[in-house]
């Protein structure tokens, strides 16, 4: 069965700091990737995704993400943190092979940003 | 368009009663789905219609659940003789098809007490 692993629950870092969120998926083959941001009180909203090609990818807010099928990993970086970035942020993968478009969550990574 | 909404966004209920949620996905999205959310998890599926079929029903959704979408359009989601297990987040997302974009309501946040 295909699960998505976020090895760290909480990070914080200082404003400005460069940032690094770690996911790891299991699944047989090249999946869907995702990355997803949650504040407090709304819904998810799409950082980026992946489905084929160039293995970095950019997305909203100067987030990016690299795939790395050796490694089962699809983390997301940022140079340079903002306040705001402070929220809930959640890998997802989704499985080509369904045509369903269900997506498997990661059970997040919690970003604290220090003035 | 305002994106997908659901009502209500808060909902108390004393253990034993059923209640009922909806959502209003974008407009020309044909997929919708629900998912559930606890406290310190990802959301997990639930259901997923296309147009007005349920097409796919995780084993979360035990037989208290059942979900609609008449028509295609707008969907309920109702739990019968609620439990406290059953406080959580329930979220809406829709979108156009296979790979695109989900779009993700606020959600109902849904306590039993």
């Known amino acids: 069965a295909q699960s998505v692993t976020q090895p760290d629950i909480h990070i914080t870092v200082s404003e400005g700091a460069s940032l690094e969120l770690r996911c790891n998926y299991s699944?047989?083959?090249?999946?869907?990737l995702f990355w997803y941001v949650q504040s407090p009180g709304q819904g998810l909203q799409l950082l980026l995704k992946?489905?084929?090609?160039?293995?970095l990818v950019q997305g909203i807010k100067g987030f990016e993400a690299e795939f790395k099928r050796s490694q089962s990993s699809f983390n997301l970086r940022k140079p340079s943190v903002h306040w705001s970035d402070a929220a809930e942020y959640f890998c997802?993968?989704?499985?080509?092979?369904?045509?369903?478009?269900?997506?498997?969550f990661g059970q997040g990574t919690t970003l604290q940003v220090k003035p | 368009d305002t994106g997908v909404s659901q009502d209500p966004r808060h909902k108390i209920t004393k253990r034993g009663q059923n209640v009922t949620f909806r959502c209003d996905p974008i407009?020309?999205?044909?997929?919708l789905y629900w998912y559930r959310q606890t406290l310190g998890q990802g959301p997990e599926f639930l259901t997923y219609?296309?147009?007005?079929?349920?097409?796919?029903k995780s084993r979360l959704l035990s037989d208290r659940f059942s979900a609609e979408r008449p028509k295609g359009s707008f969907s309920t989601l109702e739990i019968q003789r609620t439990e406290q297990g059953d406080s959580a987040m329930y979220l809406c997302?829709?979108?156009?098809?296979?790979?695109?974009?989900?779009?993700f309501g606020q959600g109902t946040r849904l306590t039993v007490v």
């Open positions: 997302a829709s979108s156009l098809g296979q790979g695109a974009e989900a779009f």
């Open positions: 699944y047989g083959a090249t999946p869907y």
């Open positions: 992946y489905f084929s090609g160039d293995t």
């Open positions: 997802a993968v989704g499985v080509p092979s369904s045509n369903t478009g269900k997506l498997i």
């Open positions: 407009s020309e999205h044909n997929r």
């Open positions: 219609f296309q147009n007005e079929a349920q097409l796919e």
